[in-house]
T-cell receptor, first 113, second 117 residues
């Protein structure tokens, strides 16, 4: 099984550019989420989705958009990148049960200059 | 809102020693889950162990065990017979039980554990 797949692994953007971080899972998980990891900050929740067509904001949603058109995919969009969005981004998914653990992708390191 | 505190930014021990990483949390919830995740230099987030708050018995997974003190809101991780491959960042995380709200994980800032040969 591929699990949770994130692309790209690395990306450099200029301020004001837009891009989409891709996330796909093949485990038929209903719940998917995006986190960002900054030095000394741990991971913080950006957006999450409990199923196709349903998304909601997490702790740090500003500057990011998400959509969930299929169960498998949960892309994260940066409409106008800012240096403050330089971070490592993780996508994670789990089954609908609260007792099930999160499965993380391998992360995308994004640098905004 | 929940908070998770890891008071040890970095720890270093010799191979084969036992090490304990501390974690405290603050919540008004009664039902919740606690986790320890390992992040090696590869950046991958790996679940080490989890604890359900309603279970009094401490969780164990091979060399990894926790000391869960619900009243004290403490959730420490003990690694026995430490190995070089245990070198990583370790994150403590909290998740409340039940629907509604952003039911994601709240992470601590992490402890960088170094196992010396």
């Amino acid at each position: 099984n591929a699990g949770v797949t994130q692309t790209p692994k690395f990306q450099v953007l200029k301020t004001g550019q837009s891009m989409t971080l891709q996330c796909a899972q093949d485990m038929n998980h209903e719940y998917m989420s995006w986190y960002r990891q900054d030095p000394g900050m741990g991971l913080r929740l950006i957006h999450y989705s409990v199923g196709a067509g349903i998304t909601d904001q997490g702790e740090v949603p500003n500057g990011y958009n998400v959509s969930r058109s299929t169960t498998e995919d949960f892309p994260l969009r940066l409409l106008s990148a800012a240096p403050s969005q330089t971070s490592v981004y993780f996508c994670a998914s789990r089954m609908d049960s609260y007792n099930s653990p999160l499965h993380f992708g391998n992360g995308t390191r994004l640098t905004v200059t | 809102a929940q908070t998770v505190t890891q008071s040890q930014p970095e720890m270093s021990v010799q191979e084969a020693e036992t090490v304990t990483l501390s974690c405290t949390y603050d919540t008004s919830e009664n039902n919740y889950y606690l986790f320890w995740y390992k992040q090696p230099p590869s950046r991958q987030m790996i679940l080490v162990i989890r604890q359900e708050a309603y279970k009094q018995q401490n969780a164990t997974e091979n060399r990894f065990s926790v000391n869960f003190q619900k009243a004290a809101k403490s959730f420490s991780l003990k690694i026995s017979d430490s190995q070089l491959g245990d070198t990583a960042m370790y994150f403590c995380a909290f998740m409340k039980h039940g629907g509604g709200g952003a039911d994601g994980l709240t992470f601590g800032k992490g402890t960088h554990l170094i196992i010396q040969p």
